[in-house]
């Protein structure tokens, strides 16, 4: 027992002792820089219309949205991969209706660009129209049907609102806010703040926040490299080609009218994801199904065993 007592004594005494190893070396190279944010610009344009980024107020919140968006990098790539996919679509329906191509932003920050996108409080699609205002606006919501949910058909009904809002306001930055707002409160907050535009007014929190989310949005996917963003377009998501099939008369069964096309239920609820059932009624309407054309790589997991 006394010699494994010494022989243990020895051993902790040499452990002790043991010279340690020292790191002098830096956690960092020097010579590599960190990664620095660009400096806001001093002016950016919405609409047409120059924005002025020189008071304190307006540079601090804009920078609070800027940093948010970048440092959530995984959503905001997530976003940049889909405005690859939707901004063409959007773009081509806001000229059409003679709204200015940046409100493409405005959908970006109502959604992410998530077409099935669904608020706590019920707002659904691209545009985050509440069930009354998409009536107002004639889009149909039904059991069977949710055309929030339709891209092409809720863009062209968010650009009526705009146009209307803009009339109102003449000023599409007000328009913008009033997205959010409402054009009744953005009326009552200009009246009895007795101010003229968005940027001289306190809004509640969300509102206050709007626009300079929508200009965030717009400086970061307009500047991608310069923000951090890197994404080469073959990794960003392809525009997916359709062929469009006018349906008159009722499909009892969606599943089996996609297999008779060569595709299935899957694929057709990914690109028609207003439909809410498993079969289609028509009674005095007519709707209209997309499916790839034959060229896309989207198909039945078959196709890719052959």
């Not at 200009?190 to 929508?214: C, P």
Request: some cysteine; overall charge positive; glycine content about 4%.
């Amino acid at each position: 027992m006394k010699i494994i007592s010494i022989l243990s004594i020895c051993i902790l005494f040499f452990a002790c002792n043991e010279k340690k190893e020292v790191f002098n070396e830096p956690l960092h190279n020097p010579k590599q820089q960190a990664f620095q944010l660009p400096e806001l610009p001093t002016k950016i344009y919405f609409g047409g219309k120059a924005i002025y980024l020189e008071d304190e107020d307006i540079r601090e919140r804009l920078d609070r949205e800027v940093l948010t968006n970048v440092y959530l990098q995984s959503a905001t790539s997530q976003i940049i991969k889909r405005a690859h996919r939707w901004f063409p679509i959007i773009e081509k329906i806001l000229k059409q209706e003679n709204v200015p191509d940046d409100f493409k932003y405005l959908a970006v920050i109502e959604s992410a660009l998530v077409e099935q996108a669904i608020s706590p409080v019920g707002a659904q699609g691209f545009w985050q129209f509440m069930p009354f205002t998409a009536k107002e606006y004639h889009l149909e919501i039904s059991p069977e049907v949710d055309e929030r949910l339709d891209v092409e058909k809720s863009t062209h009904a968010a650009c009526k609102y705009l146009k209307q809002a803009n009339l109102q306001f003449k000023d599409w930055i007000l328009a913008a806010a009033s997205y959010n707002r409402g054009m009744g409160g953005i009326n009552t907050d200009l009246h009895w703040q007795k101010a003229s535009n968005y940027f001289d007014m306190e809004q509640n929190h969300e509102t206050g926040r709007y626009v300079y989310r929508i200009l965030a949005l717009k400086i970061i996917l307009e500047n991608q490299l310069a923000y951090g963003f890197s994404i080469p377009d073959s990794q960003k998501y392809p525009v997916i080609n359709t062929k469009k099939y006018v349906i008159t008369s009722t499909i009892q069964n969606l599943s089996d009218w996609a297999i008779t096309k060569g595709y299935n239920y899957k694929i057709l609820k990914k690109l028609n994801p207003w439909i809410l059932k498993t079969h289609l009624t028509i009674k005095n309407k007519k709707y209209t199904l997309l499916l790839p054309e034959n060229k896309e790589k989207l198909r039945p997991y078959a196709y890719y065993q052959k």
